[in-house]
């Protein structure tokens, strides 16, 4: 009954053990797969802003007619070599001119007032759509080639990317606090259950 009992202590020990290694190297895993998750949603949330207005541009020149549908306003993206105070732009359509205003510059004049958050390379100027002109086609004169781009669809898509990125970050958290859980409690099992040794048997001669 005494050796069924030593076996069983020694099965349960190579059991806890073994469990051990395997919380390790889970918790490895875990927190490997969770900093590489928050490292992407960071990247992820620095990319927000950064649009491609190039990609996104629906119409772009400098004088021309273009086709606007009504429902979402069009931002107007000049290269940012181009001077604040010195750029002009006009919408017309049947009924003339718009009444569209471009955005307010610095006090130098060199860059519009929020430059600041604008893609490299280029100025955000102001924006066609916010006086409800009607839907129809316009004629653009500007002083130099500009971009339009719809404000809603980019600011959507920059808003997506920027959940994508703040959940990445917590969920990378999340495995990443998982892992470090794991591998605590695999630590402990490892140096508290060391490698269990069957036990030696030693046979005594009779005794006459």
Not at 52 to 68: C, P
Not at 73 to 93: Q, W, Y
Request: glycine residues 14%; negative net charge.
């Amino acid at each position: 009954m005494k050796q069924h009992k030593t076996e069983g202590r020694l099965s349960m020990a190579k059991a806890m053990h073994i469990a051990g290694k395997v919380f390790l190297g889970l918790g490895a895993l875990l927190l490997v797969l969770g900093v590489v998750m928050a490292g992407m949603g960071g990247n992820a949330l620095e990319d927000v802003g950064d649009v491609d207005v190039e990609e996104k541009t629906v119409w772009s020149g400098q004088e021309g007619v273009f086709s606007y549908d009504g429902r979402d306003a069009l931002m107007v993206f000049v290269p940012d070599t181009v001077r604040c105070d010195e750029f002009t732009i006009t919408f017309s359509n049947d009924s003339g001119p718009t009444e569209t205003k471009m955005d307010a510059c610095t006090e130098d004049g060199s860059a519009p007032e929020d430059y600041a958050d604008d893609p490299d390379g280029w100025y955000h100027m102001g924006t066609f759509g916010w006086q409800k002109e009607s839907a129809g086609d316009y004629t653009l004169n500007a002083s130099t080639e500009v971009n339009l781009l719809p404000m809603w669809e980019v600011v959507g898509e920059e808003l997506g990317e920027a959940a994508g990125g703040l959940m990445g970050i917590l969920g990378g958290v999340g495995l990443s606090g998982c892992g470090v859980c794991f591998l605590l409690l695999g630590g402990v099992l490892a140096i508290v259950l060391k490698d269990p040794k069957e036990a030696t048997q030693i046979q005594q001669p009779p005794t006459v």
